[in-house]
C-alpha cells in the first residue's frame, strides 16, 4: 500500500482578540480560521433531521451516485446534505456533527460522509438513522433523539479516514468498453474536495478532462485504449491549493462496468 502525502500549509490564524476590537462578539477557541472566528470552535451552528422511512443506514440509491456503497461505507454513518452537496463536489466529504441537547448529546457526536443530497426543515444534514443515533451519549438518549426528529447542530468538516482502504474505482454498470465509460471514486480521503479528473493514456501520455455527470460519477464518450490512468485533482478552496494525484495503478484495458479497481494509494492531507 503507498500512501501519498500531499503537504498543506497551515492555515491562516488569528487572535480572537483582534476581532474582539473590531465589536465582533466572540466565543470559543484562542485561535480559529479567519473565516470561521465567529463559530464555537469552528463549529457552524444549524439543524438536522434523519432518513424517516430508511433502514438504520443510508440509502442506495444516493444523489452522489455511489450506489450500496453509499448506504454502508464509514459504517453507515452517512448523510444527504443541502448547500454542502455543492452540485456534487461534496460528495464523500467528511463532517463531525455533533447534536446540542446537553441532556441526550455526547461531545464528539459522529463523524458523517456526504452521499446524497436532501433537505428538510431548514437542515444541512439528513443523517442516517444510525448516524443520528450514534451522536447520543447512550442507547436510551439515542431513542429520544430519534423521537425528537429535527435537533441543533454543530459540525465541520474534517478528514477523511479509511486506514485499511485506498483510493478505489467503482465503473458503473451503465459503461460500455470501448465507447463509453462512467465511475466514482470510492474512499476519498483527507479534507480536500475532488474538483477534476484526467483520463490518460499510459502509452503516450495524452490526457483528456472528463466530465461530471452527476454527484460524484465521471464520464466520457470513446476512452482511449489500453490501460488507463485516472488522474485526481484534490483542492483546498480556502488555501487555495491544488495537487494532481497520480495513482501507482491504472485500470487495465479490458474494463468491465461494475467492476472495481484500486488505485494504489491514499491521500493524507
Not at 444516493?62 to 454513518?77: H, I, L, W
Not at 467503482?170 to 460500455?176: A, L, P, V
Not at 468491465?256 to 493524507?268: H, I, L, R
Request: charged share 20%; net charge negative.
Amino acid at each position: 500500500m503507498n500512501v501519498v502525502k500531499v503537504g498543506i500549509e497551515d492555515s491562516t490564524l488569528v487572535k480572537l482578540s483582534d476581532f474582539e476590537k473590531e465589536g465582533f462578539d466572540l466565543v470559543g477557541s484562542e485561535e480559529c480560521g479567519v473565516e470561521k472566528v465567529v463559530l464555537d470552535d469552528c463549529f457552524i451552528h444549524s439543524r438536522a433531521a434523519y432518513y424517516p422511512n430508511s433502514e438504520e443506514h443510508g440509502t442506495d440509491v444516493g444523489a452522489c451516485g455511489f450506489g450500496s456503497f453509499g448506504a454502508t461505507v464509514n459504517g453507515g454513518d452517512v448523510s444527504a446534505a443541502s448547500s454542502l452537496y455543492r452540485n456534487g463536489v461534496g460528495c464523500g466529504a467528511c463532517y463531525q456533527v455533533r447534536c446540542t441537547n446537553s441532556a441526550y448529546c455526547s461531545e464528539n457526536g459522529v463523524t458523517a460522509v456526504i452521499t446524497d443530497q436532501g433537505s428538510s426543515d431548514n437542515t444541512d444534514f439528513i443523517l442516517s438513522k444510525h448516524a443520528f443515533s450514534r451522536m447520543a451519549q447512550t442507547t436510551d438518549a439515542a431513542a429520544s433523539l430519534l423521537a425528537l426528529g429535527v435537533v441543533d447542530i454543530q459540525y465541520r468538516r474534517v478528514a477523511c479516514s479509511y486506514p485499511s482502504k485506498n483510493i478505489t474505482f467503482k465503473i458503473d454498470e451503465s459503461s460500455n468498453n470501448p465507447y463509453y465509460l462512467a465511475f466514482v471514486i470510492w474512499y476519498q480521503q483527507g479534507k480536500r474536495d475532488i474538483t477534476a479528473v484526467q483520463l490518460c493514456e499510459t502509452q503516450n501520455f495524452v490526457c483528456k478532462l472528463l466530465d461530471r455527470s452527476h454527484g460524484a460519477v465521471w464520464t466520457t464518450t470513446s476512452p482511449p485504449s489500453g490501460p488507463l490512468s485516472i488522474r485526481m485533482l484534490f483542492s483546498d478552496e480556502e488555501e487555495g491549493e491544488e495537487t494532481w494525484v497520480v495513482p501507482v495503478n491504472n485500470i487495465p484495458g479490458d474494463w468491465k462496468g461494475g467492476e472495481t479497481y484500486d488505485s494504489g494509494v491514499q491521500v493524507n492531507q
